[in-house]
């Protein structure tokens, strides 16, 4: 059961475009991670949110939570061909010990 | 710096084989993972472990048994390897409640 849906699933865009990605779900969450990974390694942490509501940003990253921390968004402005990767949510569902990821979006910065 | 260490990059085995998946950390990390990755289905948790001879199933734990006998150590067993199981698979550790895993390298496991 994939409690985590994230979309798209990939994106293409041109050097300079910017783009949001989703992730979204059913039950609420405690906090929020997202995460990138790069072909041929594990996911590295960009970044957590915690409140309802919360954004934060990290340089052209902007990143929110949802009121009823039950989605969350990331904002990239101005995408770079340094962008590109796999960009991951993960969380742990209240009530379980679960550690879940979502389903991912493939994004390609083209220069 | 922190490490997670997966033994082996890529792996091909057989069908039917018996096979060992071994994941070392140097944090002092009460929780252990093992998730796959497959495209389009992000990382499904396999089985998890918060403390030392505890284990937890996870999403998909069919086919697959684990063991942590040291709180450093997390192996992922595949009893009888088929197929369907040629994945990446990624091991991740991590402190109670924390809001960060973090991953090893990966395994590239092919069953043929």
């Known amino acids: 059961t994939q409690l985590l849906e994230q979309s798209p699933q990939f994106l293409s865009i041109q050097e300079g475009e910017n783009l949001t990605v989703y992730c979204n779900s059913s039950?609420?969450?405690?906090?929020l991670q997202w995460y990138r990974q790069e072909p041929g390694e594990g996911p590295v942490l960009l970044v957590t949110v915690v409140t309802g509501g919360e954004v934060k940003k990290l340089k052209r990253l902007t990143f929110q939570f949802g009121d009823a921390r039950k989605d969350s968004s990331l904002h990239i402005t101005a995408a770079q061909p340094g962008d590109t990767g796999l960009y991951l949510c993960?969380?742990?569902?209240?009530?379980?010990?679960?550690?879940?990821f979502g389903t991912g979006t493939r994004l390609k910065v083209l220069a | 710096d922190v490490k997670v260490t997966q033994s082996s990059r890529y792996l091909v085995k057989r069908t039917g084989e018996k096979v060992f998946l071994e994941c070392v950390q140097d944090?002092?990390?009460?929780?252990m993972f093992w998730y796959r990755q497959d495209p389009g289905l992000g990382l499904r948790l396999i089985y998890f472990?918060?403390?030392?001879?505890?284990?937890e199933k996870g999403d998909i734990p069919e086919g697959y048994s684990v063991s942590r006998e040291k709180k450093e150590r997390f192996s992922l067993i595949l009893e009888s390897a088929s197929t369907n199981q040629t994945s990446m698979y990624l091991c991740a550790s991590a402190r109670p409640a924390s809001t960060e895993a973090f991953f090893g390298q990966g395994t590239r496991l092919t069953v043929v």
């Open positions: 993960a969380g742990v569902p209240a009530g379980t010990y679960k550690y879940i």
């Open positions: 472990s918060y403390d030392v001879k505890m284990k």
């Open positions: 944090m002092d990390h009460e929780n």
């Open positions: 039950s609420v969450f405690s906090s």
